[in-house]
């Protein structure tokens, strides 16, 4: 019985280049052929330009130097993202990558912070309680600081989490490098059909000038046209449009600021959002709606209108259908990335999804033929972490005050997964949340978001009483101080990129 040996990747750009990348640094070209076939002549889709700090992960798994990697994709830092006018107009929260406080004997600290909370709201005096003052990402986005872990320190610095800008298109051309220093092979050539065995699985790929490539297993990074697992072998589609209307974005480049932002910025519009993301050489900027609710005229004057600077290049309309593949393995076929399916850009999981399939594949990979077995547990994993985000994603637009205008009136009365209703009622009642399964998105993702939407518990932990009020102001204070400590370490965004990784 003969290996799994020639592995065929059908499409470039994002998807194509980090598989290529992972299975050249896993694999030997000795063991296995590894062939990417791209097309020069056909564009590829940039699944955006913000990541979370995940993408750290597999930039080291890859052995990449970071301040190499961010000086040619004009990268920067980012701390997290920030929300402006989601909950309602003129309302405003970070979604920070790091940790508020620290867990308090055994109960986490979002908890003591409710818990104060309360008592702030019985006492019509007191002031409110400043989040951001008990997280060391949030407090420095807020001033545009930003430096790597500190190994040693004796303050939050030494966890310090991070992730992320750059050119997409500058990374997708960084890892095809890399992969082709590798022994991965590249066909420039267009795909004109798949060829089948009797048993269903592809056996070979037609191109238009290089003739019939064979392969034993085929990923297809071929984005949206989905060429071999949808055209080719019809797994089908489930449409979330009906939780997630936004389908189209408009996008345009703009000269930088004066100040380089540490934090990605969405911004709520009337039919969407959108986002502003701070490189080194320009901003990307993108307006996110719903064609349902507004026109792209309307929506490419709204970001023309608001570009913080000067055009750079003329807007280009992207379109997509949020949802997910029925499988994204079927066959001897493994759709990673777009073709496997999309979420909305809003929380920058587009790259984070190319990564887990990635990681996936490589955790299951056969070793003489495709078993049912694999394929099962690949299509499980990858439904159960897609459909957490999918949640995750929907509860920016439920959890909302906004009713001025009719998009987002429909997303106030719209249905939800019962996976989110239930995760929001516990948090209603109680102020508990529990991470299901390892989903992507933590206790602190979900606390950021259900805070800043306005849900407010009607209680919090028991325990978290058992702490007398002193000693727990005390305690709370040492957290702000050590913040504070952390943070009058850091240098500038703009002054760290220029002295650690400033492109030239």
């Known amino acids: 019985m003969h290996s799994l040996k020639r592995l065929v990747i059908l499409g470039g750009g994002s998807a194509g280049w980090m598989t290529a990348a992972a299975l050249a640094r896993t694999f030997t070209t000795q063991q296995y052929d590894v062939t990417v076939i791209e097309s020069s002549d056909i564009g590829t889709v940039s699944v955006g330009e913000a990541t979370i700090p995940n993408i750290r992960q597999f930039n080291q798994m890859l052995g990449i130097d970071e ?7 004009q990268g920067t830092f980012k701390l997290g993202i920030e929300f402006v006018d989601w909950f309602k107009p003129g309302s405003r929260y970070m979604h920070p990558f790091g940790p508020y406080g620290v867990a308090l004997y055994g109960v986490p600290f979002h908890h003591y912070w409710l818990r104060q909370q309360h008592q702030t709201s019985a006492n019509s005096r007191a002031e409110p309680l400043d989040l951001s003052r008990y997280c060391l990402e949030w407090a420095a986005a807020k001033d545009n600081q930003f430096c790597r872990p500190q190994q040693g320190s004796k ?29 991965v092979k590249l066909i420039d ?27 034993d297993l085929f990923i297809d990074c071929s984005g949206f046209k989905a060429l071999l697992i949808e055209k080719t072998l019809q797994v089908g589609y ?16 703009c000269e930088s600021i004066t100040e380089l932002k540490p934090y990605t910025r969405a911004t709520a519009r009337p039919a969407g ?21 507004m026109s792209d005229d309307e929506a490419t004057q709204q970001l023309a209108d608001s570009l913080p600077a000067k055009a750079l290049s003329e807007p280009r309309t992207l379109r997509w259908q949020n949802g997910k593949r029925h499988k994204a393995w079927h066959k001897n076929c493994v759709a990673i990335g777009l073709s496997a399916g999309f979420i909305e850009p809003l929380e920058s999981t587009g790259l984070q999804l190319i990564q887990s399939g990635i990681s996936r594949l490589i955790s299951l990979f056969p070793q003489h033929r495709c078993s049912d077995a694999d394929r099962a547990a690949y299509n499980r994993y990858t439904d159960f972490e897609i459909e957490r985000i999918r949640d ?7 959890a909302t005050e906004r009713d001025d205008s009719a998009f987002w009136r429909y997303c106030q009365h719209m249905e939800i997964p ?27 993702s979900w606390f950021s978001v259900l805070n800043g939407q306005g849900i407010q518990p009607q209680s919090y932990h028991p325990m978290a009483n058992a702490i007398p009020a002193q000693e727990l102001d005390n305690l709370m204070d040492k957290i702000t101080q050590a913040i504070a400590a952390g943070k009058a ?11 650690q990784c400033r492109s030239i």
């Open 238 to 253: 489930e449409d979330w449009r009906h939780w997630l209307p936004c389908d189209t974005a408009v996008a345009q480049t």
């Open 155 to 183: 303050t939050p610095l030494a966890h310090l989490q991070y992730a992320f800008h750059f050119d997409a298109v500058e990374y997708a051309r960084y890892l095809k490098n890399y992969a082709l220093e590798r022994g």
């Open 489 to 499: 370490q850091m240098p500038a965004h703009q002054d760290y990129i220029s002295q």
């Open 392 to 398: 995750f994603v929907i509860l920016h637009y439920k």
């Open 418 to 444: 019962d996976t989110l209703a239930d995760k929001i009622a516990l948090y209603q009642s109680s102020g508990r949340i529990f991470r299901d399964n390892s989903e992507m998105f933590n206790e602190i």
């Open 189 to 215: 050539d267009r795909f004109i059909a798949a060829q089948m065995a009797p048993s269903g699985d592809i056996t070979a790929l037609e191109l238009a000038q290089s003739g019939k490539v064979e392969g």
């Open 67 to 73: 301040n190499d990697f961010l000086r040619k994709t």
């Open 273 to 293: 959002w959108q986002w502003q993301i701070p490189l080194q050489h320009r901003i990307g900027n993108g307006h996110v709606f719903s064609s349902r609710f």
